[in-house]
């Protein structure tokens, strides 16, 4: 069965760094673009970033670029988002998800996540 | 403020239909095929019901179907049943965005 499994929930610090990541098994690592998508509490989903980790092609919304970072180890399956400096405004519950039924070219990107990972419960907190 | 505007909430009865709005422009729902919507339940993770406007992902039950008109796209879930009640997202790609946008989110309760 094909599906993403997400690190365990963290609490940090404003200011600490932190890494999640999102194991994809059951398919094709390589060859699906992956997403990140960010829930505050309370609200509703935003789009962090995608990754191609075939070639770790890595787009961004405006919103999250430059505060975050994404990155893929195909050799291990993984998918990562890494925080370098925490802010509070950081805690939210962030999910990892693939794609099958899009596409993604230079020009547009209509991608469909159709596979979704449990989740990661980031909380950052003085 | 999200860029694709939907309904905090709608209600509905048991065994009934019903419909939620998501609408946009003309630079993303209007001016593409690439509308999804995703059900989200509390404390879990988002589930694809509808792409491509129309289309059903294998296993998503027949009860739920999506449309468009200009720059208006619709779910509609028919014969309403308790496990219905969650939260609901449209997505469509936009001209102006380097990933795909979001609506808001509504509330569906069933009565």
């Known amino acids: 069965e094909a599906q993403l499994q997400q690190s365990g929930a963290e609490v940090k610090k404003p200011g600490e760094s932190l890494r999640i990541s999102c194991r994809g098994s059951g398919y094709t690592f390589s060859n699906h673009w992956i997403g990140w998508v960010r829930q505050m509490p309370g609200r509703g989903l935003e789009w962090v970033g995608i990754i191609y980790p075939g070639d770790s092609e890595t787009r961004y919304s405006p919103s999250f670029q430059g505060h975050v970072t994404i990155s893929a180890d195909k050799s291990i399956s993984t998918a990562y988002l890494h925080w370098n400096t925490l802010k509070a405004s950081d805690t939210a519950m962030y999910y990892c998800a693939y794609d099958t039924l899009g596409y993604c070219s230079a020009t547009s990107c209509p991608l469909v996540f159709d596979h979704w990972g449990q989740g990661t419960l980031v909380t950052v907190s003085s | 403020q999200s860029a694709l505007a939907q309904p905090a909430s709608v209600s509905g009865s048991l065994g009934e239909p019903i419909t939620i709005s998501c609408t946009g422009t003309s630079s993303d729902i209007g001016g593409f095929n690439s509308v999804s919507w995703y059900q989200q339940h509390p404390g879990k993770a988002p589930k694809l019901l509808i792409y491509?406007?129309?289309d059903r992902p294998s296993g998503v039950s027949n009860r739920f179907s999506g449309s468009k008109s200009g720059n208006t796209a619709s779910l509609a879930i028919s014969g309403l049943q308790a496990d219905d009640e969650a939260d609901y997202y449209c997505?469509?790609?936009?001209?102006?965005?380097?990933?795909?946008?979001f609506g808001g989110g509504t509330k569906l309760t069933v009565l």
């Open positions: 997505s469509s790609y936009s001209r102006s965005s380097t990933l795909k946008i």
């Open positions: 491509d406007v129309t």
